[in-house]
């Protein structure tokens, strides 16, 4: 299985000159506009529904739906002979060469996906399976759970074909960004594409089908590309609740939101950017922390609700004490940290988030030692104690003892340790963590490269 590879990492496979032929599963908005759009690059398409007025639709070169271009492009592709339509799934798959699956994945009962279309169509994918000799690639487009295509779906083709997946047939994951209103386009110029796929030469057929639009595919795990469709929504929800809390909270201050927001934007250093968009630890400093409990309270005495940011401060909260617990699950009674500012390259501990760990173990009896590039015994911290008095406890209680725990170099901040905390990285820190057999709690992804992380290693979200 590929994982986490370059564009160019797969090793390329003779795959026919002809176009592959495509069948598609699902005439829905993300299928119908596959269906036209793959024919408009020249592929002989056949979509495939249960519906009969959808069937029907794509027959005559009509869209099923109101969507910008998918009328004219349905019936150019009708009208070249390269768009037919069925409900036999088991003959659509016999007769092509790659299966788009698009089928609706719906919300259950208790909240989670509902997998009952993935399931039916893989079982017909896999009775068109069995009677067919030639590879065949599937490629599943739903956004369904991590793990869904290769634990549920494979497992199903597999059964009803007799086939090995990634040696008789290959399977890709390719999640869709298409917009309604303006998928046709979407399509011919996407934003990005992702194939997480089964082997190179699933990945090398599907790469190929989407060089006309995007000669640079992103190559990737199954499951990782299966997160990547999750991720995207989610934080497109986020940003519609985060543009709104600060439209309630502009209005009774009579300050314009949308011109508030049109400046936001246009940072595209920090604001729009993958600056802050890291998996890591707690957010600190003297800006982040105060400012949110400022924007709560000003939110509150203005009697105006805003949950998403009334509750950064509970999840920042909740990935500190996740530091502190991984801590404590070791047993470590010596216990060394690495970084003690609230980022590198600086000597501002105020609000870190580190310092509220060190307290909580000073508190259960735990010695600790620490490294900071830029903390000295003779670093000066009245000022910044002074500062946050009435919100970092941490700083507090550690600022009399500080001193006394910090050593000139990582290895004797290391040295006589039952754990490690590593909250910066750099070079030093993970050439001293590399040597030692101890267990490490690393916040702050040390090894870009998992591979390369030792197994005594690991991290909060990693």
């Avoid at 092509?96 to 698009?102: C, I, K, N």
């Avoid at 543009?243 to 209005?251: Q, S, Y």
């Amino acid at each position: 299985m590929l994982h986490q590879a370059s564009p160019q990492a797969f090793r390329p496979f003779e795959v026919i000159d002809t176009r592959p032929a495509i069948s598609v599963v699902g005439l829905g908005y993300v299928g119908a506009v596959s269906t036209a759009c793959l024919s408009a690059l020249g592929h002989r398409v056949v979509g495939v529904d249960l519906d009969p007025v959808k069937v029907d639709a794509i027959r005559a070169g009509r869209a099923p739906l109101h969507e910008h271009d998918l009328d004219r492009l349905l019936s150019e592709g009708c009208e070249a002979g390269l768009i037919e339509a069925t409900d036999d799934l088991v003959r659509a798959v016999q007769d092509t060469d790659v299966t788009f699956v698009s089928v609706g994945t719906p919300t259950a009962e208790d909240g989670s996906c509902d997998l009952r279309y993935i399931r039916a169509a893989a079982q017909a994918i896999g009775q068109g399976l069995r009677v067919k000799n030639a590879y065949h690639v599937v490629v599943m487009r739903c956004s369904i759970p991590p793990g869904s295509t290769m634990g549920v779906m494979v497992p199903e083709i597999e059964r009803a074909s007799g086939r090995v997946a990634g040696v008789d047939f290959g399977v890709c994951f390719n999640p869709e960004f298409l917009r309604e209103g303006v998928a046709v386009a979407d399509f011919n110029a996407p934003p990005k594409t992702v194939i997480g796929a089964s082997d190179d030469r699933a990945a090398a057929i599907v790469s190929r089908i989407y060089e006309p639009v995007d000669p640079a595919p992103v190559l990737t795990s199954i499951e990782t590309a299966e997160m990547v469709k999750y991720v995207d929504n989610v934080w497109h929800a986020a940003k519609v609740t985060f543009a709104n809390e600060i439209g309630r909270l502009c209005k009774p201050l009579e300050v314009d939101s949308h011109a508030v927001m049109d400046i936001f934007v246009r940072d595209t250093k920090l604001n729009l950017s993958p600056y802050y968009l890291k998996p890591g630890f707690a957010y600190g400093g003297s800006c982040l922390p105060k400012e949110v409990r400022a924007v709560t309270h000003l939110a509150g005495a203005l009697g105006v609700d805003l949950p998403m940011i009334r509750n950064l401060e509970r999840s920042n909260r909740a990935q500190i004490a996740e530091a502190l617990e991984m801590v404590r699950r070791t047993g470590a009674r010596r216990v060394a940290v690495l970084g003690l500012a609230f980022k590198p390259g600086t000597d501002d501990l105020r609000e870190s988030p580190i310092l509220e760990v060190i307290a909580a173990l000073h508190a259960d009896g735990v010695d600790v030692t620490a490294h900071d590039r830029a903390v000295t015994a003779e670093t000066r911290i009245e000022a910044q104690l002074d500062y946050v008095r009435h919100a970092a406890p941490g700083l507090r209680d550690l600022a009399p003892r500080l001193a006394g725990m910090l050593r000139a170099t990582p290895e004797a901040a290391i040295a006589g340790a039952e754990a490690v905390i590593v909250t910066h990285s750099c070079d030093a820190y993970r050439q001293a963590v590399s040597e030692t057999g101890t267990p490490v709690i690393d916040v702050a992804r040390l090894f870009r490269d998992r591979s390369q992380q030792p197994q005594s290693v690991s991290g909060i979200g990693w």
